[in-house]
Each structure stands twice: as structure tokens, then as C-alpha cells.
């Protein structure tokens, strides 16, 4: 009795689910992103053979370039802390957006009195704002507002990390040395003699 042949059919993948699945995915990177503001001083980094990873937490870069200190503090509940303990020192108070707001901002460098105003613009306005002033004030006794940005900053980072807080400094390559100085005089005075500078990576000799 002869076999009965049962045709071949060609094997279909329905992609639709997948397709699905990645254009979902892809939408919620997107909008949970939060995009990389432009710094705010123009800094020529000196070049080191010296290869050494910046942490992405527990951080506090102080940047420094035509006599300018500007700051940035990473982690938003680290800067939202540290703002509210600022606040308490200079008998001043922000609102929840306010702190909200602070914590997405990269680097501020302006007085303590003017930092609200700050707050509540834009990026392009902020960018205009900060060149009428000359940065954070660097006085290195315990009542400068750049002694108490650090010491503060580093209260937050332990009380909510409980780690101490790592400091590096990224300095313009033809920056006078009395402004990084002024730095130096102010992480001594809290005792923080270990921090790192960033530099630009070169080629190692051969």
C-alpha cells in the first residue's frame, strides 16, 4: 500500500511580540534618562599616564578654572540632604520642587543667597546666572561656604551611605596655583588629606 506524503510547510516566527517587547523597553530607557548638562566651565585637563576610575557614587567633584569653584555633588539624595542642611545653617528653607530640582542639577557655582533663584531657572538661564558671579566662595575658615558645601556633603553621604566621601578635584591645566590652593586649604582643615585629581589620559611611555 503506497505511503501517503504529507506536505511540507515552511516554518514562520511571529516577530510581533518581540518587536513589541524592544519598543517598549526602548521608550522607557528614554524617558527615564536624564541627560548629561554641559559643564560650566571650559576645562583644559592636564594629561597623566595614570589610569584610575572615577566612582559614580559617594563623589564630590569640585572643579576649578579661571578662578572659579563650581561643584558637583553625585547621588540626588545626597544633594537633597545636603542642600536641606545648608538650609538649616543659613536660615534659609526650600520646597520639596525646589530640592527636587536641585537634586537633577549637575554643578552649581554660586553664592548661597543666590542659589534659589538659581534653582528655579532653566538650563540656559542658569548658564547666563552663574557668569555674574565668580563661583562658590573658596574662604577656607568654617564659616566659607565652600568649607561648609564639603563638610556637609560628606555628613549626607554617611548618614545615608554610611561611607565616607571620596573628593576629586578637576582643575584646569593652566589654572593658577593660588585657586587650587584655596581647595587644598579647605579639604586640610576637615582633615581630608587623600583626594584625586582628574586628568586626561596619555598614551603611556614606551
Known sequence: MPR???????????MTAMCDVAFL??????????SR??????V??????????????DLAI???????????????DVKKLTLQKMA????????EDELKRFGVVTSFGVPFQNLKQ???????????FEKQFNGIPTDSTRTGQLFQWVEQSRRATAELHNVDMRISIKGDADEEYETVRKIVDVLQKQKINKFSLI???????K
Open 88 to 95: 538649616q545653617i543659613y536660615g534659609q528653607s526650600f520646597t
Open 25 to 34: 523597553l526602548l521608550t522607557f530607557f528614554i524617558l527615564t534618562a536624564t
Open 44 to 57: 583644559k585637563l592636564p594629561s597623566s599616564t595614570v589610569t584610575f576610575k572615577v566612582p559614580d557614587k
Open 4 to 14: 501517503v506524503k504529507v506536505p511540507r510547510k515552511s516554518t514562520a516566527v511571529d
Open 62 to 76: 569640585l572643579t576649578v578654572g579661571k578662578g572659579k569653584v563650581f561643584m558637583e555633588i553625585i547621588g540626588q
Open 118 to 128: 538659581f534653582i528655579n531657572m532653566n538650563g540656559d538661564q542658569r548658564s547666563k
Open 37 to 42: 548638562q554641559p559643564d560650566p566651565l571650559d
Open 199 to 205: 586628568t586626561s589620559a596619555e598614551a603611556a611611555a
